[in-house]
């Protein structure tokens, strides 16, 4: 069974690097691992998404190893409002390919 | 240019009820996702509409129904309301020519049933 895996939450200080890892086995190999970004009462934002290798956006990195079983979400130097929840995505390999979303890294960013 | 909207924000109803919630997508989109938000958890996928069509579906009861205007909006259905209802609706937009996954959600819908 398909299953993607993130930590639940992750303590960071305003201007680290926060990389968030996702654990996703049996992902179909043509599509693409998403991520996204949740504040309270809001929907989620789109982040990023990448297929292999490494994807650089003005918000963030995302690294793809070679067997596209797990993806690395990089925030550069976070503040106070990047603390969120961030959910990783991807898509279940098979003829049922369906969305698999994480359930969901609470980062918290401190002062 | 709008992005997704959804009516209403807040809406609280008693077990038994109907409900319909509405979404309409940001500009240039034609594929409507919904997805139930439970309080501290991640989204799950409800159904997607593409082209006025139900195209994909998640692990829901038929009580959840949806329906996709021709000028792309949505509603979603639910009959027989349950306590374990209430929670977050969200309604996501895309464009359905895209492989990726880059959804634009609309603010949501809190649903609670009483």
């Known amino acids: 069974l398909a299953k993607t895996t993130q930590p639940i939450s992750m303590d960071s200080y305003e201007g680290q690097e926060v990389n968030i890892t996702c654990s996703h086995n049996n992902i179909a190999t043509n599509d693409y691992i998403t991520w996204y970004q949740q504040f309270p009462s809001q929907g989620p934002r789109f982040i990023i998404q990448g297929y292999k290798t490494k994807v650089t956006n003005e918000v963030a990195s995302l690294f793809i190893p070679a067997d596209r079983k797990s993806s690395t979400l990089s925030l550069p130097r976070v503040s106070l409002s990047d603390t969120a929840v961030y959910y990783c995505?991807?898509?279940?390999?098979?003829?049922?390919?369906?969305?698999?979303w994480g359930l969901g890294t609470s980062l918290a960013v401190n002062p | 240019d709008a992005g997704v909207t959804q009516s209403p924000t807040h809406l609280i109803k008693t077990r038994g009820q109907q409900v319909t919630l509405r979404c309409s997508p940001k500009?240039?989109?034609?594929?409507v996702s919904w997805y139930q938000q439970a309080l501290g958890q991640g989204p799950q996928f409800i159904f997607q509409y593409y082209e006025e069509e139900e195209r994909q579906r998640g692990n829901f009861p038929d009580r959840f129904s949806g329906h996709q205007f021709p000028n792309y909006s949505s509603e979603l259905n639910v009959n027989a309301l349950l306590l374990g209802d209430s929670a977050l609706y969200l309604c996501a937009s895309s464009r359905g020519s895209d492989r990726g996954y880059e959804q634009y959600f609309g603010p949501g819908t809190r649903l609670t049933v009483t």
């Open positions: 995505l991807s898509r279940r390999a098979g003829n049922n390919r369906k969305l698999i």
């Open positions: 500009s240039g989109h034609d594929t």
